[in-house]
């Protein structure tokens, strides 16, 4: 595959695993948003729950504090076929999302953030820190009886004590990452199966957005697919999971085009880079169910949080 290795089942038997985190100790941590858990999946594939969350656990990122913080959208109507789950509506009538933190020791779950300024978050979906210890995370919205809600992009205190919204009315933000020298911050949008750049210009906050668009515009697949999360290699390249022709997406931080690793599932919706040479790929597979490991021919960037 052009320099990618094969893909190779580490794990099985997920409900919608999404947010994969390699870990130093060879595990993966990752959210199984199906089944309201925050899980580990040894090195030998086995499951372990490490914490019970509710709702619907999206995105996860392990802080500088060593604890993990989960993006939870508040849970999904589930539609089986053909072997395949399929997220759906809502399962609340209202918005009910929150960014949790996960003590990884105790399995203590703490809700740090459900609202702005009144009111309800209404999907969160995916989370990046920076090195301030702050993070960014896309609030998706939901899809309901009502209609579609807007989405957002978050700027929030690791401690729960300040939260800032960056970017208002967008169409489904999902992944979320930072350029190597993190004055950058990607966004993919699903349904639009676009990607964005926005220049960071302080701590937590982005430049004012052009006319029409959330910011600068770096590119779309050249057929219909949908964008899941995203992963930002050490080379700048943005990694981007693609679902409805399942894969990873590519894309060149410059707008220059891009290139597509297909991978045997519909919904691929998350990498994540680890081993010693952040070469080894962790893919979520989602629909399936399956935790994958891809080869990759270039390392991604390291985003692990110094420690306090």
């Not at 794990?11 to 130093?24: D, N, Q, T």
Request: proline share 8%.
């Amino acid at each position: 595959m052009n320099g990618y290795g094969a893909p190779e089942v580490i794990a099985k038997g997920l409900r919608f695993p999404e947010g994969p985190v390699p870990m130093a100790d060879g595990s993966v941590l990752l959210v199984e948003i199906a089944r309201g858990t925050l899980t580990r999946v040894a090195q030998d594939g086995s499951l372990s729950v490490v914490a019970e969350l509710g709702g619907g656990p999206n995105g996860l990122a392990i802080g500088r504090d060593g604890a993990a913080y989960v993006c939870n959208n508040g849970g999904f109507e589930w539609i089986e076929a053909g072997g395949l789950l399929f997220p759906g509506h809502a399962a609340n009538a209202d918005p009910w999302g929150s960014i949790q933190r996960v003590d990884l020791t105790t399995g203590a779950v703490t809700t740090l953030y459900d609202s702005f300024e009144g009111e309800r978050l209404k999907g969160p979906n995916d989370i990046v820190f920076d090195a301030n210890g702050g993070f960014w995370f896309t609030d998706h919205g939901q899809v309901r009886d009502t209609g579609r809600d807007h989405g957002a992009i978050f700027y929030a205190a690791a401690d729960g004590s300040r939260i800032s919204r960056q970017r208002a009315d967008m169409m489904g933000p999902n992944g979320i990452g930072l350029s190597p020298d993190a004055k950058t911050l990607y966004v993919s949008e699903t349904m639009t199966a676009r990607v964005w750049a926005m220049d960071i210009v302080a701590p937590g906050e982005l430049a004012p957005p052009p006319p029409w668009a959330p910011g600068r515009f770096v590119g779309t697949p050249p057929a219909f697919r949908l964008l899941d999360s995203l992963a930002v290699e050490e080379s700048g390249r943005i990694c981007v999971g693609t679902m409805v022709e399942g894969g990873i997406t590519v894309f060149d931080p410059e707008g220059g085009g891009s290139e597509f690793v297909p991978l045997p599932d519909v919904g691929i919706t998350n990498i994540a880079f680890g081993g010693a040479d952040r070469r080894d790929a962790y893919i979520t597979a989602s629909t399936t169910g399956t935790l994958y490991r891809v080869r990759w021919p270039r390392p991604g960037l390291d985003l692990r949080q110094p420690s306090t």
